[in-house]
């Protein structure tokens, strides 16, 4: 196949984040994908919807002047969140669900939940209002291996939560392991994944054979071989319970290729491009429309993209950097060759 036209797709997990990089990262987001979910880990995380409608305008500020891309906006969970927010989410056509970090498990997520109980009541009025509420699975307890602590989030809290709250909606974000596929299957319908091109395309070898790469550094991390071809097939699979999401993560090339790097992989420059690499190499291309472009928007019941996009294979290559100034991204496969490229609407 030379060529594939799909529904225009949707990302269902992306940071995107503000002032003068959201100005370098956007276009490429808007480029290909009809709307995303917006992360709300910005310094300081966005928690009301009111600054979640004016990160919204400063989006669609920052966009091409022709785009009709739309932002759709999330809440960060902390201890403070009420439950009167929670209503006022209803309430908004723009902001469409919550996402909690555990504290301390990521990327600006000392604001993220210690103690579940805590916001047991902010959940049940989310199900009660049928907000989805996103998480990043991982636990943070300091003697957990950092390549088990999605597994152990299963076992140790997802699965109590389900429990107290079996119609809640979730989405357990850019899933890693086994595990994790084989938990979302056997779940109920209600819960639901996302998948990143990383995890698609490269194993834990990627961040250390031949040298330590940085960005190929993402959390969660990289897992080992068994568990890349677990998301394959998963994503694959034609089951709606997978969808998109990139979780592109820009950071300064200079914060990421340092002692102490930052985690996340930029992928926005070419994520259906990446993601195409990922089901070309499975045999599954005539799958990455349902992932891409359907089951997202079915599981957040959000009427399906109506305009097209297309693919052609082509060679080219990725630019060593995005952005000018002091603002510089290294986008994942910096300096490779990518086999298909995004070409028409
Ligand atoms: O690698 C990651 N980067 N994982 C996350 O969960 C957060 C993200 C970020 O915001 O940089
Ligand atoms: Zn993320």
């Known amino acids: 196949m030379t060529k ?183 779940a109920a319908k209600n819960i639901a994944a996302t998948i990143t091109p990383q995890h698609l395309l490269y194993n834990r070898n990627a961040l250390l054979v031949g040298g330590i790469r940085p960005h190929h550094y993402c959390l969660p991390i990289l897992k080992r071989e068994s568990h890349r071809l677990a998301l394959v097939k998963a994503a694959t699979s034609g089951n709606p319970k997978f969808f998109l999401g990139t979780d592109s993560a820009p950071h300064l090339s200079h914060l990421k290729e340092t002692a102490c790097g930052c985690a996340g992989c930029y992928t926005a420059h070419a994520a259906l491009e990446l993601y195409a690499e990922a089901f070309e190499k499975a045999g599954a291309l005539d799958k990455l429309e349902g992932f891409a472009s359907f089951y997202g928007a079915d599981f957040y019941q959000l009427p399906r993209n109506t305009k097209t996009i297309t693919l052609e294979k082509q060679d080219w290559l990725v630019p060593d950097h995005y952005g000018e100034n002091d603002i510089s991204v290294t986008p994942l496969k910096a300096n490779e060759m990518l086999a298909w490229k995004v070409s028409a609407f």
Not at 7 to 15: E, F, G, I, K, N
Not at 159 to 181: M, N, R, S
Request: charged residues 20%; hydrophobic residues 45%.
């Open 4 to 186: 594939i036209t799909l529904t225009q797709p949707d990302d269902w997990h992306v940071h995107v984040r503000n002032g003068a990089m959201l100005k370098t990262v956007i276009a490429h987001t808007a480029r290909q994908f009809g709307r995303a979910i917006i992360m709300p880990n910005l310094k300081p995380p966005v928690t009301t919807v009111k600054q979640a409608l004016s990160y919204r305008k400063e989006i669609l500020n920052a966009l091409p002047a022709d785009s009709t891309f739309q932002p759709l906006m999330t809440l960060y969970l902390t201890n403070q969140t009420s439950v009167a927010e929670v209503k006022q989410v209803a309430e908004s056509a723009f902001v469409h669900a919550f996402k909690l970090y555990p504290a301390g498990a990521t990327t600006h997520s000392e604001a993220g939940i210690s103690t579940l109980v805590t916001v047991y009541p902010i959940l049940e009025a989310m199900e009660k209002y049928n907000i989805p509420l996103l998480i990043h699975g991982e636990v943070t307890d300091e003697v957990c291996d950092i390549f088990d602590r999605e597994a152990i989030f299963l076992e140790k809290i997802l699965t109590g939560l389900i429990q107290q709250f079996p119609a809640l909606q979730i989405v357990l974000e850019h899933i890693t392991t086994k595990e994790a596929v084989q938990f979302v299957e056997s």
